[in-house]
């Protein structure tokens, strides 16, 4: 048992439970601290989109968070609420968002972020209520490419894959969820390669073969 901030998490070390932490051979440095100096650049990393829906994602600026699965990492939710092209307005819920199916993200299915290997898997069956959270392990995916560059995906519900799996850029891996250190439905994503997090960024031409006609 260590304290450490939970994967994924978004809280700070002194909010986090002792937890047991999954190994995972083929994700090493998981739960590692972050190496990237103040001078060093930051680096990026284009990855396949997230949903087959429109959405909005939140970053965690440098030093925020230091494990290498949440250093630099971003949070993301679909977004709706356009009756057509001239109205309405994107918003993240419909009425007051006290309800998880309230949210547009809930339970939207969850994409692949390349061609590569599923190195880890973490289920946590406990759903959040939308405003509160519960201070335990989220459910997670972690993904492996040819380049060792490892991505992990948390929050995530119906988990659709094994360790082992060959998945496919696009290909369904999951629901959007909302359990762990989560107040409302959304999957948070972070990259690394080594000791060395990525900035994330998104596919454009691919979201507009996805989504091309959504408002």
Request: with cysteine; glycine share 8%.
């Amino acid at each position: 048992m260590i304290t450490a901030l939970l994967l994924l998490s978004g809280m700070s070390a002194a909010s986090a439970a002792p937890v047991t932490l999954p190994h995972f051979p083929q994700a090493p440095g998981l739960f590692a601290r972050a190496d990237l100096p103040a001078s060093a650049p930051i680096e990026s990393v284009v990855l396949s989109p997230l949903f087959n829906q429109r959405f909005v994602c939140a970053e965690h600026p440098d030093g925020e968070l230091r494990q290498l699965g949440d250093a630099l990492g971003t949070d993301c939710l679909v977004i709706g609420g356009m009756i057509d092209r001239e109205n309405g307005f994107f918003r993240l819920f419909r009425t007051d968002g006290k309800r998880n199916e309230d949210w547009y993200g809930w339970h939207t299915e969850v994409l692949a972020p390349f061609t590569g290997t599923v190195v880890g898997v973490s289920n946590n069956p406990v759903t959040n209520t939308p405003g509160s959270m519960k201070p335990s392990l989220p459910s997670f995916i972690v993904f492996r490419r040819a380049d060792d560059l490892i991505v992990a995906y948390a929050h995530v519900t119906d988990i659709r894959v094994r360790i082992g799996d060959r998945v496919s850029a696009g290909q369904v891996v999951a629901l959007d969820g909302n359990n762990g250190f989560a107040r409302a439905p959304h999957v948070h994503v972070g990259a690394y390669r080594g000791t060395t997090p990525f900035q994330i960024r998104w596919d454009l031409r691919a979201e507009h073969r996805i989504f091309p006609d959504q408002n």
